[in-house]
């Protein structure tokens, strides 16, 4: 079985996703790792853009690989772990522009389609329901109000210890979600058939609830 989770950046997607995956017995497969994983390998590779010299060749010459080790996801670009780089800050700069990439998508989308094969997953991104997967047995779009998402992402922020502005982070959120949703290839949108939770005023238990009763009523699963 296949379960989709799309939506806005910071609307909680990942850690619903876990969750739930949790709950299911199934596992939890993060769409955003795979684009990560690929930019950490451009920048370990001096490429900082797309329209560096060497950006496709390096693409073209990138296997990319997902493997569960105690129920965690490791992503390897040409046999290399990139799953502790995925969050550095350089990467998260570059991800959005090197993930428009229509070679790089490919790449993702048939690793993703070959891994969901043969496994009952979860999996969470913001074109999953909409593009990579649109025949998935069950689809959500979780949704959250700009103002909840930049609020979460200070408080995460702040408790790391890092120094940073509120009205900064909603700043950058509401570009991303300007991208997202304009993007030629694969634009952010809610997936035909999807049922659209908003997460705003939810905890993460109420929100893994919800999905679970509409998992519940079909009755494949």
């Known amino acids: 079985m296949i379960i989709t989770i ?35 390998y451009l920048i370990d590779n001096g490429v900082f853009s797309i329209s560096n010299e060497n950006f496709s060749e390096k693409i073209e010459k990138c296997d990319i690989k997902v493997e569960f080790i105690n129920n965690f996801q490791h992503v390897y670009v040409n046999n290399i772990d990139y799953s502790k780089k995925l969050r550095d800050i350089k990467v998260s700069e570059l991800t959005p522009q090197f993930s428009v990439h229509p070679t790089l998508r490919n790449i993702v989308d048939k690793c993703q389609k070959e891994f969901t094969m043969n496994h009952n997953i979860v999996i969470d991104g913001r074109d999953i329901g909409s593009f990579v997967l649109p025949n998935a047995e069950i689809k959500f779009y979780l949704d959250c109000d700009v103002n909840e998402r930049a609020r979460r992402r200070y408080k995460e922020l702040k408790n790391r210890g890092e120094s940073v502005s509120l009205e900064e ?31 705003s005023r939810l905890s993460i238990d109420e929100v893994v609830d919800k999905m679970l009763k509409t998992i519940n009523s079909f009755s494949k699963f």
């Open 6 to 40: 799309d939506g806005p950046a910071g609307s909680g997607k990942s850690t619903v996703a876990e969750v739930l995956a949790k709950k299911l017995g199934f596992y939890h497969f993060n769409s955003g790792s795979l684009y990560r994983a690929i930019s950490a």
């Open 169 to 199: 982070i909603k700043r950058k959120i509401e570009v991303r979600d300007e991208f997202d949703r304009n993007k030629t290839i694969a634009p952010l949108k809610i997936p035909k058939g999807a049922v659209i939770i908003d997460s």
